[in-house]
């Protein structure tokens, strides 16, 4: 009698969870997803990805013939991809929504931008029919004002149903806890004068699916803050320099040409995969961007306010490249 002996080598589970016929077989039981972000967004094993990080969400859950439930469940995203309550809602860092059941559908909204004309106090208390205020449009740039030691206030006035609204205040950076707040004579809020926040609009707590999804962003920094802040999640994989660079006002842009703008340089990604977006259009390829001719040589980055930009590219770990985004804000000022 004779045997036959064989070796079997040992697996490494790590690198058998990336191995890509494994992951063709993972994603093929994936939840069910009905998209109404106009967002290129994927639905996975149990998640959602392709979120704009920078952005809100709101959820639906359907059954499996796409029918809302009874009641209906509605969700918010979380900052950590799980879903939440309406006052636990936050940027979706990791870019996914986790956590979902497979034998369900998804229908996914995002927070569009808080638009109109709207009237704008800087006072030292809430204004009355006699104050002076500044008309405005804060539109996809949202506000950027200039001074942390004023007062701001602002007048919704020209929105519609403003009583059926939730507000909530949404501190971006430096990063705090939520908050619902409150009308101030039927249809002003004030503003919080310290750093980056967040006023998410939802109007009749988000539970019809034509419901008002908003979103105002409000940036107060001193007359010495910076330009362009620049906020990368993956600091262990890339590097985005510089992080900062001085101020420039719109009136300069005007007077232009402007000059002495850095050169941002993302090094760590693979050559020729990184791309520079505005608005999800390409506006330039290459680890390098010359902030002096993107300002210069484009008047749609000259409205006052926060313009947001994209940085995307790949990493390649293990053999594979691997997808990576970050965004940076360019903010113009008077």
Not at 46 to 69: K, M
Not at 101 to 127: C, E, H, R
Not at 312 to 318: A, F, L, P, R, V
């Amino acid at each position: 009698m004779s045997a036959l002996f064989s070796c079997v080598q040992p697996v490494n589970i790590k690198e058998f969870l990336e191995d890509d016929k494994v992951q063709e077989i993972i994603e093929a039981d994936s939840v069910g997803l009905v998209n109404y972000t106009g967002e290129n967004l994927r639905a996975g094993n149990r998640r959602i990805t392709g979120l704009n990080p920078n952005n809100y969400y709101r959820i639906e859950v359907l059954d499996e013939n796409e029918d809302s439930l009874d009641p209906p469940q509605i969700w918010f995203v979380r900052a950590n991809g799980q879903l939440g309550e309406l006052n636990q809602i936050g940027r979706v860092s990791g870019g996914q929504i986790t956590g979902l059941n497979n034998n369900l559908f998804y229908a996914i909204w995002s927070a569009s931008p808080l638009s109109g004309v709207m009237t704008l106090y800087d006072l030292p208390g809430p204004p009355d029919a006699l104050s002076t205020g500044t008309p405005i449009n804060p539109g996809l740039g949202g506000l950027s004002l200039v001074n942390p030691d004023d007062t701001y206030y602002l007048d919704l006035e020209s929105l519609n149903s403003l009583s059926t609204y939730t507000i909530i205040r949404v501190p971006v950076l430096p990063p705090g806890t939520n908050q619902t707040i409150n009308f101030i004579n039927d249809n002003i809020i004030q503003l919080q004068n310290n750093g980056t926040i967040d006023y998410i609009f939802v109007e009749d707590d988000g539970t019809d699916e034509f419901a008002s999804f908003r979103v105002l962003r409000v940036r107060i920094a001193g007359v010495g803050s910076l330009l362009i802040t620049v906020s990368i999640d993956i600091s262990d994989k890339a590097v985005l320099t510089p992080s900062t660079i001085p101020p420039v006002s719109q009136a300069a842009l005007f007077a232009g040409p402007v000059s002495g703008l850095p050169t941002l340089i993302l090094s760590g990604f693979d050559t020729g995969s990184v791309r520079w977006l505005y608005n999800n259009v390409l506006i330039h390829g290459g680890t390098t961007l010359d902030l002096n001719n993107v300002l210069n040589n484009n008047e749609d980055y000259w409205l006052i306010g926060t313009h947001v930009f994209y940085v995307e590219g790949t990493i390649t770990t293990n053999g594979a490249a691997v997808p990576y985004s970050a965004s940076f804000d360019v903010i113009i000022t008077p």
